[in-house]
């Protein structure tokens, strides 16, 4: 059983293309994250939502909107995409814990590359 | 916000040698730290994390790091590297204070020469 699972796994698409990615997770966690990594490896959080409300909000181009439609899924829309948009994805949950040491757990990632 | 910082991008060492992996956080109050190791193509994989029950932690894959208050570090380390290592390792932490926000260091690239 995969616990967060991202689809889809390579996305490729045109400039000014609207596209989304969805991400689902089976661990029960309350917390979903959005990272994007790009190409020199770096990781840097977008979004993070507890129990479908928006806790982290990065600053990030308002072409990308996140959406949970319930505390197991996080999908991931992107409006009229850029070349810099290209980069690999990344899905993450952890459970909410407040002064505990629990970490995230991630899916495969998507790699978006656009063209 | 928390801030992890990892010297080195790139590591090169030789099958059977020592793997150091170097990663400092810079708050007054220790964050929550963990390391992460992401192999070509796939998401990243907890290696270990630090528990505050003891310093020295123990990971899986032969892996494990030491805290370090007063240097403020949490250097990842094994004693002998396999060609099965190359990958590329991550420190992360998160503030005990709200949990749940995970900031990444740039990562290091470990290359195991045979």
């Known amino acids: 059983d995969t616990a967060v699972s991202q689809t889809p796994k390579y996305l490729v698409t045109q400039m000014g293309n609207d596209k989304s990615i969805k991400c689902e997770q089976n661990?029960?966690?309350?917390?979903m994250y959005w990272y994007k990594q790009d190409s020199k490896k770096f990781l840097k959080i977008m979004f993070s939502?507890?129990?479908?409300?928006?806790?982290i909000n990065e600053t990030v181009p308002n072409r990308f909107s996140p959406k949970s439609p319930d505390k197991a899924h996080l999908n991931l829309h992107i409006n009229s995409l850029e070349l810099g948009d290209s980069a690999v994805y990344f899905c993450?949950?952890?459970?909410?814990?407040?002064?505990?040491?629990?970490?995230?757990?991630f899916g495969q990632g998507t790699r978006l590359t656009v063209v | 916000a928390q801030s992890v910082t990892q010297l080195g991008s790139h590591v090169s060492v030789s099958e059977g040698a020592l793997v150091l992996l170097r990663c400092n956080y810079s708050?007054?109050?220790?964050?929550?730290l963990f390391w992460y190791v992401q192999y070509p193509n796939q998401g990243l994989q907890l290696l270990l994390k630090?528990?505050?029950?003891?310093?020295l932690v123990k990971g899986i894959n032969g892996f494990e790091a030491e805290f370090k208050k007063s240097e403020t570090s949490f250097h990842l380390t094994k004693p002998s590297a396999h060609m099965s290592d190359a990958a590329e390792y991550f420190c992360?932490?998160?503030?005990?204070?709200?949990?749940?926000?995970?900031?990444f260091g740039t990562g290091t690239s470990l290359t195991v020469i045979p």
């Open positions: 993450a949950s952890s459970p909410y814990a407040r002064g505990s040491n629990t970490e995230a757990f």
């Open positions: 661990l029960g966690h309350d917390t």
């Open positions: 939502y507890n129990n479908k409300e928006l806790i």
């Open positions: 708050s007054s109050v220790p964050p929550y």
């Open positions: 630090y528990t505050s029950a003891a310093t």
């Open positions: 992360a932490v998160s503030d005990p204070g709200t949990g749940n926000q995970f900031y």
